[in-house]
């Protein structure tokens, strides 16, 4: 049956039109944007992992934990999809830059491998358009106690000192993410780089999947470790409003502690180093990258 429609009711279907047009058309203004989700992966801290041997190219079951490393990243990435990322960059930031298998890693996440040797090291790929920062695998610095195969950067250091903060890789990756504004919002590894890291960074989540024990360590099933990895990150990513980019004050000195007198010689050859006793050389700018820079430079 085919109605009549009268001017003034046309009028009202056309405004009504309108209106549910202009709805939908707010509504898809309003949806919010998928979140871009830095993943910095190293291999200390991945559960089981208690030897030199275990991370290292040609060790005995070196293999067995490239894999559970990569299995660790996966439950991040997924733990990150749950809470509503779109876009994933996985940095494999441990030796070789070569450990994570790639035909195991999520499809979803982008994988970035071996090093361009600039002064990103391990946040290379980090920049402004990221929404968050996890790391998986993580270790506490060098000289804690109780800590799995602890170091910082290399076992050459003794210490790495930021305006008077003693720093893991994790604060000097977390300051980089902070240059460019992005927060840390989750750490995964010992109970020590757990401490150390909620330190730094205040009230972040940590997953805690082995308690160091001297040199030894307490670890959980590697399914509970990846599934606690999950739960933590979507639980960080969730929360993403509570956390800020972790920054310090500038201007920024670094006192680089090194076991061999000789690196503290090499290092102090460098443009504007000062020595400061047998072990220590200490650099000086007024710009974090600058920094990060000398620091690199210091280690060669």
């Known amino acids: 049956m085919i109605r009549k429609v009268t001017p003034l009711a046309g009028i009202f279907l056309l405004l009504a039109l309108m209106s549910s047009f202009a709805s939908a058309a707010g509504q898809a203004a309003a949806a919010p944007k998928g979140l871009k989700v830095f993943i910095s992966v190293d291999m200390e801290g991945v559960c089981g992992v208690v030897s030199w041997d275990d991370v290292t190219v040609g060790g005995t079951d070196y293999g067995l934990f490239r894999k559970l490393m990569t299995q660790e990243t996966n439950a991040a990435i997924e733990g990150a999809l749950a ?26 996440a982008r994988l970035l491998r071996d090093w361009s040797y600039g002064p990103l090291s391990m946040m290379e790929g980090i920049d402004r358009t990221f929404d968050a920062v996890v790391f998986i695998g993580y270790h506490a610095r060098a000289s804690t106690p109780n800590a799995v195969l602890k170091h910082t950067m290399t076992t050459k250091l003794l210490d790495v000192i930021i305006n008077g903060k003693k720093m893991p890789e994790a604060g000097i990756n977390g300051l980089m993410a902070g240059y460019f504004g992005v927060p840390v919002v989750l750490v995964s590894g010992d109970q020590a780089i757990a401490a150390q890291a909620k330190e730094l960074f205040g ?8 308690e160091a024990i001297a040199t030894a360590a307490l670890n959980l099933h590697p399914a509970k470790a990846q599934e606690l990895i999950k739960q933590k990150t979507t639980a960080a990513l969730k929360r993403l409003k509570d956390f800020k980019p972790y920054k310090l004050a500038p201007p920024y000195t670094l006192d680089v502690s090194f076991a061999d ?3 503290a010689q090499k290092a102090s050859w ?15 700018a007024g710009d974090v990258m600058d920094l990060m820079k000398l ?6």
């Open 295 to 300: 620091f690199r430079l210091s280690k060669l």
């Open 270 to 284: 460098i443009p504007g180093a000062v020595r400061k006793d047998e072990h220590t050389v200490s650099f000086t």
């Open 83 to 108: 809470a509503g990322a779109t876009e994933i960059v996985v940095r494999d930031g441990h030796d070789t830059g070569r450990n994570i298998l790639p035909d195991l890693l999520r499809p979803e």
């Open 261 to 263: 007198e000789a690196g």
């Open 203 to 210: 009230d972040i989540e940590t997953a805690v999947v082995k």
